[in-house]
T-cell receptor, first 117, second 114 residues
Framework: EAQVTQNPRYLITVTGKKLTVTCSQNMNHEYMSWYRQDPGLGLRQIYYSMNVEVTDKGDVPEGYKVSRKEKRNFPLILESPSPNQTSLYFC????????????????FGPGTRLTVT | AQSVTQLDSQVPVFEEAPVELRCNYSSSVSVYLFWYVQYPNQGLQLLLKYLSGSTLVKGINGFEAEFNKSQTSFHLRKPSVHISDTAEYFCAVSGRTGANNLFFGTGTRLTVIP
């Protein structure tokens, strides 16, 4: 089954304790992205990746890191989490656009609810 | 850059009544437009999309949306809602060039009242 998986689904942690949220897709997609969802703010993009070893900042990258060493995985790293990073996080993937005008649907993972105390 | 404004944060509506959720977008380039639905405690599901062609697009669960270029709007409609339509709805936009990034609105919580 084609899917995007995220782990863990729920995480409660303390300020300053490094954590990683994993994202994996089995569709051979080049493009992957991380979003955070907050009440009243919708979804905002944190980082995205167009292919292996190619990453770029989204709208809210502060406090986050990503890496793309393999095509299927795109982990989100919080080196020193703070309470303002308490949020619902979504990973998404799609084929990467190479020609202007092409559309590729993004497939979303189930979400990771992170609480930082 | 692109941005999306969803004008209503909450929309209560009685069961079997019609509903319209409003969405306006801003972009300096041509765009694709989307509506996503998020049921309670679930992930995002694509409801419908406008890529090109007919400005009236139909999606799943009886929803439809109309693209209006002159008003830069993409409002979502359903003629008769059900209890099961209670969810949060997000309008999103993506440029037709460059990276496949989605820009979301702040969401509209639709509550269907029995």
């Amino acid at each position: 089954e084609a899917q995007v998986t995220q782990n863990p689904r729920y995480l409660i942690t303390v300020t300053g304790k490094k954590l990683t949220v994993t994202c994996s897709q089995n569709m051979n997609h080049e493009y992957m992205s991380w979003y955070r969802q907050d009440p009243g703010l919708g979804l905002r993009q944190i980082y995205y990746s167009m292919n292996v070893e190619v990453t770029d900042k989204g709208d809210v990258p502060e406090g986050y890191k990503v890496s793309r060493k393999e095509k299927r995985n795109f982990p989100l790293i919080l080196e020193s989490p703070s309470p303002n990073q308490t949020s619902l996080y979504f990973c998404a993937s799609s084929l990467a656009r190479r020609t202007s005008g092409n559309f590729y649907e993004q497939y979303f993972g189930p979400g990771t609810r992170l609480t930082v105390t | 850059a692109q941005s999306v404004t969803q004008l209503d944060s909450q929309v209560p509506v009685f069961e079997e009544a019609p509903v319209e959720l409003r969405c306006n977008y801003s972009s300096s380039v041509s765009v694709y437009l989307f509506w996503y639905v998020q049921y309670p405690n679930q992930g995002l599901q694509l409801l419908l999309k406008y890529l090109s062609g007919s400005t009236l697009v139909k999606g799943i669960n009886g929803f439809e949306a109309e693209f209006n270029k002159s008003q830069t709007s993409f409002h979502l409609r359903k003629p008769s809602v059900h209890i099961s339509d209670t969810a949060e709805y997000f309008c999103a936009v993506s440029g037709r060039t460059g990276a496949n990034n989605l820009f979301f609105g702040t969401g509209t919580r639709l509550t269907v009242i029995p």
